[in-house]
């Protein structure tokens, strides 16, 4: 990032902060005399020539990080408070962090002519932004938010990073309260827009689907008449967003009714899934090596993206054969010759069906050490009890960790799994699995993040 002296390396445009400030800013000291690198909110991170944003959060405040940003050769500081700082740094000051570096990302985004392209959905988003962004690669050069970076905080991040060489952006959209995606796409501008589904994750927050429907359709609503929405035509709740948005509509998905759709899809285990792509009256096949079924819907969106910006079905199939993700379901060898399928980083009714999927699909004994699924709300009971109706047909044992995921193991007994166990601890889970897994067996470990599941595999992965 830049101030008004000129462009850093590889910036697109030079930004005057004080300007970009606008209103937010109450005083400023060498307010010109930098050039900064990067927006930085980790002062871990900080290093020369950086611009440290002291923002305040519920467990710790920026500004007392600001000696170790300065130390660790941070340039300038932007700060809510009057502040020490060394004599040679820029100092902002203003009424609002968190506000000026939304302006500031917005107005790089401004001053940028890459073409901006949206996700968002209640379940797989990080997938399709991977998909999306590898395929596009093939042929563009790409911005991809980082990580989790899809939040108020972490979306300006990305935009900073913005530079002449970036021809497309592809940016991952998370919500926690409505109005968090309008923000977001305000500041980013997509003119294209993916919903990948939509579902009761948050639901015990948000108080209604209606409400989680209206928080995802924010993303659609604010495409330009000249972008794209593309739309989970298998999900009716997000083929109605359809009405929604300015935009032209297309609809991805394996139904008849889909404009991108799977038709032939075939699971190999762990080794992928094959299908024939159609689009147009033309179709090819496409292999691609991410694990399970339920995988079909981020390519189908990463396809559409791709065709949408030019790219013949062909180029688009070849690129989606090489995509290698760092997805968050691994495969890990566990002890004895087993395998561990950690999928333990979040989990709500459809990625939990998804990932059962998976396991019924693979060979040996299959094992799901499964936990509870958060801020579903009221409908946390019907979630649970589908996914432990799921588990009775998908697996040959279950381990439930923990009584608030009770009804998982219920519903697996009631629908013929003789061997279901519930335990209290993960730790006592990792004690079953060292004890019985076995040459050949699958064992499946998810639940939502805060259940703590990483230490069953932490436990027993073996070089």
Same mark, same amino acid.
């Given at each position: 990032?830049?101030?008004?002296?000129?462009?850093?390396?590889?910036?697109?445009?030079? #930004?005057?902060? +004080?300007?970009? /400030?606008?209103?937010?800013?109450?005083?400023?000291?060498?307010? *010109?005399?930098?050039?900064?690198?990067? +927006?930085? @909110?980790?002062?871990?991170?900080? $290093?020369?020539?950086?611009?440290?944003?002291?923002?305040?959060?519920?467990?710790?405040?920026?500004?007392?990080?600001?000696?170790?940003?300065?130390?660790?050769?941070?340039?300038?500081?932007?700060?809510?408070?009057?502040?020490?700082?060394?004599?040679?740094?820029?100092? /902002?000051?203003?009424?609002?962090?968190?506000?000026?570096?939304?302006?500031?990302?917005?107005?790089?985004?401004?001053?940028?002519?890459?073409? =901006?392209?949206?996700?968002?959905?209640?379940?797989? *988003? %990080?997938? !399709?932004?991977?998909?999306?962004?590898?395929?596009?690669?093939?042929?563009?050069? =790409?911005?991809?938010?980082? !990580?989790?970076?899809?939040?108020?905080? &972490?979306?300006?991040? %990305?935009?900073?990073?913005?530079?002449?060489?970036?021809?497309? $952006?592809?940016?991952?959209?998370?919500?926690?309260?409505?109005?968090?995606?309008?923000?977001?796409? *305000?500041?980013?501008?997509?003119?294209?827009?993916?919903?990948?589904?939509?579902?009761? =994750?948050?639901?015990?927050?948000?108080?209604?689907?209606?409400? @989680?429907?209206?928080?995802?359709?924010?993303?659609?609503?604010?495409?330009?008449?000249?972008?794209?929405?593309?739309?989970?035509?298998?999900?009716?709740?997000?083929?109605?967003?359809?009405?929604?948005?300015?935009?032209?509509?297309?609809?991805?998905?394996?139904?008849?009714?889909?404009?991108?759709?799977?038709v032939d899809v075939e699971s190999h285990g762990l080794d992928g899934i094959g299908f024939t792509l159609g689009v147009g009256g033309r179709s090819t096949h496409v292999r691609c090596p991410l694990p399970g079924e339920h995988h079909v819907y981020p390519a189908l969106a990463a396809a559409a993206v791709g065709l949408h910006e030019g790219m013949?079905?062909?180029?688009? !199939?070849?690129?989606?054969?090489?995509?290698?993700?760092?997805?968050?379901?691994?495969?890990?060898?566990?002890?004895?010759?087993?395998?561990?399928?950690?999928?333990?980083?979040?989990?709500?009714?459809?990625?939990?069906?998804?990932?059962?999927?998976?396991?019924?699909?693979?060979?040996?004994?299959?094992?799901?050490?499964?936990?509870?699924?958060?801020?579903?709300?009221? $409908?946390?009971?019907?979630?649970?009890?589908?996914?432990?109706?799921? +588990?009775?047909?998908?697996?040959?044992?279950?381990?439930?960790? &923990?009584?608030?995921?009770?009804?998982?193991?219920?519903? $697996?007994?009631?629908?013929?799994?003789?061997?279901?166990?519930?335990?209290?601890?993960?730790?006592?889970?990792?004690?079953?699995?060292?004890?019985?897994?076995?040459?050949?067996?699958?064992?499946?470990?998810?639940?939502?993040?805060?259940?703590?599941?990483?230490?069953? =595999?932490?436990? #027993?992965?073996?070089?």
């Open positions: 990032m830049t101030d008004a002296r000129g462009p850093d390396r590889g910036s697109a445009t030079d #930004l005057d902060l +004080a300007e970009a /400030f606008g209103s937010l800013l109450v005083a400023a000291r060498n307010a *010109k005399s930098f050039r900064f690198e990067r +927006a930085v @909110i980790d002062s871990r991170q900080a $290093a020369a020539g950086d611009l440290f944003f002291a923002l305040r959060g519920e467990r710790s405040d920026g500004h007392t990080f600001l000696p170790q940003a300065f130390a660790a050769g941070a340039a300038g500081a932007v700060v809510e408070r009057p502040s020490e700082a060394p004599g040679a740094a820029a100092l /902002f000051h203003v009424t609002d962090a968190l506000g000026a570096l939304q302006r500031l990302a917005a107005r790089r985004r401004q001053q940028s002519g890459v073409r =901006v392209i949206g996700v968002t959905g209640s379940v797989g *988003k %990080t997938t !399709a932004k991977e998909l999306i962004a590898h395929v596009l690669s093939s042929r563009f050069k =790409v911005l991809k938010s980082p !990580a989790n970076l899809n939040t108020e905080i &972490g979306i300006p991040l %990305t935009l900073l990073e913005l530079s002449d060489k970036h021809e497309r $952006a592809v940016l991952e959209m998370a919500m926690y309260v409505p109005g968090d995606i309008a923000l977001l796409a *305000k500041l980013a501008r997509p003119s294209v827009g993916v919903v990948t589904n939509i579902g009761p =994750v948050h639901l015990e927050r948000i108080g209604w689907m209606g409400g @989680i429907v209206a928080a995802k359709a924010e993303l659609v609503e604010a495409l330009p008449p000249d972008g794209l929405a593309i739309l989970n035509g298998d999900d009716a709740l997000v083929s109605a967003l359809g009405a929604r948005t300015r935009a032209r509509s297309v609809l991805y998905g394996r139904s008849r009714q889909c404009d991108v759709r799977a013949p079905v062909e180029e688009v !199939a070849e690129a989606l054969g090489s995509a290698r993700l760092d997805i968050r379901l691994t495969v890990r060898r566990g002890p004895a010759g087993s395998t561990l399928i950690d999928d333990s980083y979040n989990a709500s009714p459809a990625s939990m069906l998804a990932a059962l999927d998976l396991l019924s699909e693979l060979p040996g004994r299959r094992i799901a050490v499964l936990g509870e699924m958060r801020e579903l709300g009221a $409908a946390a009971e019907e979630g649970h009890r589908r996914v432990g109706a799921r +588990a009775a047909s998908a697996c040959d044992s279950l381990i439930v960790v &923990g009584e608030a995921a009770r009804l998982v193991a219920e519903e $697996a007994r009631r629908a013929g799994l003789r061997d279901t166990r519930l335990v209290s601890t993960a730790d006592e889970a990792a004690a079953i699995l060292r004890e019985e897994l076995r040459a050949g067996d699958h064992a499946l470990i998810k639940a939502s993040r805060a259940v703590g599941l990483e230490s069953v =595999v932490a436990a #027993l992965v073996t070089p």
